[in-house]
């Protein structure tokens, strides 16, 4: 799972019918300092998590389970927030 | 999922019998301002994205699934246009 | 598979079901030199490993596999660990 | 999908079974304009690619998907160049 | 595929079920010129390859394939060694 901040959202009118109604958020990978790595990603939102807030990311088939309609919408999207991160403990 | 811009095209007569009438984009990843990170990918479009557009792309299995042929023809594909963005909300 | 070192932890309490209960371990990939290599990661923890201790991470189905509880969870983790590394022979 | 530039071969005698008798291609990846970018692959021919050709490239369950014996041979490639590339249309 | 130098191996004895009695190698990527390139890994060895050795790795679902137990013992790994090479033929 990937640390990262939430920047922003697309606006996608023609996209896949799986996608449809879906909350596609702009992410900037981060470290447990908040700091910037790597390069903006777009993830499926499925908690609720706004501008600002730092969540955990997943890639891939776990991406997909986070939709509990996965199968019947034969989704294709492949990065979702899965939770949002109070703090980092170190 | 990750941004992208797209640059053009690959030619290829020897390929794939999956690949055989599908448009390869030659995409180019982006950050929200549009400016270029990672190195060019090549992605099958199922959305009709044309030179120019900012695109979604998703890799792996989802990319697969965004064939709707993905069994019957054994897609081999690993990269997928599966949005046109609109604009960038930040 | 990769070597990492522990360094904290992550408080979230608004994430996916399969992920209540479970520690969600930040790491630090390293070189079995010790030293710090890309950038940290998050990934559950399987074999009750320790902050400063280096450990084995597995990324993706894999680390879904190292969850006995994976299917009827419907795991969404894409990266655990999977073993204390209790030294380097080189 | 990766577009990459043919360089050579790797000859390994001790292998696992299901990559004997394949060629294994060193490839070098490349964006359109021919450059070399992230580093050398090595990737089972599906169609016939020869050293200096631009080809595409797929990884993952895609590249397994290019052997039609996939199943039968329990592959365990996850790199497949999947096309020649004609030309780079910009 | 990858092409990678063996180095040394890790010894853990408190590690996932699956891996026990396996060796578990610490791999040093390389170009077709023995240069490193990206960062060590940890491959599970499936040809008795040994230090110095130059090998093949694979990664994901690809490498629990190089394992013939892996669905009885549940494999977590996602990196294994599945070649030595002999020589680069450039």
């Known amino acids: 799972m990937?640390?990262?901040k939430v920047i922003g959202s697309v606006v996608s009118t023609?996209?896949?019918p799986s996608l449809v109604g879906?909350?596609?958020m702009i992410v900037q990978p981060v470290n447990s300092d908040?700091?910037?790595v790597r390069h903006q990603e777009v993830a499926?939102?499925?908690v609720g998590a706004g501008v600002g807030e730092?969540?955990?990311l997943v890639r891939g088939a776990g991406a997909r389970r986070a939709n509990r309609n996965e199968e019947a919408t034969?989704?294709?999207n492949d990065c979702s927030i899965v939770g949002?991160?109070?703090r980092f403990d170190k």
Chains 1, 2, 3, 4, 5 share one sequence.
């Open 2 to 4: 990937y640390m990262a």
């Open 14 to 16: 023609q996209k896949d």
């Open 22 to 24: 879906r909350k596609l």
């Open 34 to 36: 908040g700091q910037a």
């Open 44 to 46: 499926a939102d499925s």
């Open 54 to 56: 730092y969540v955990l």
């Open 74 to 76: 034969r989704d294709v």
């Open 84 to 86: 949002i991160i109070d």
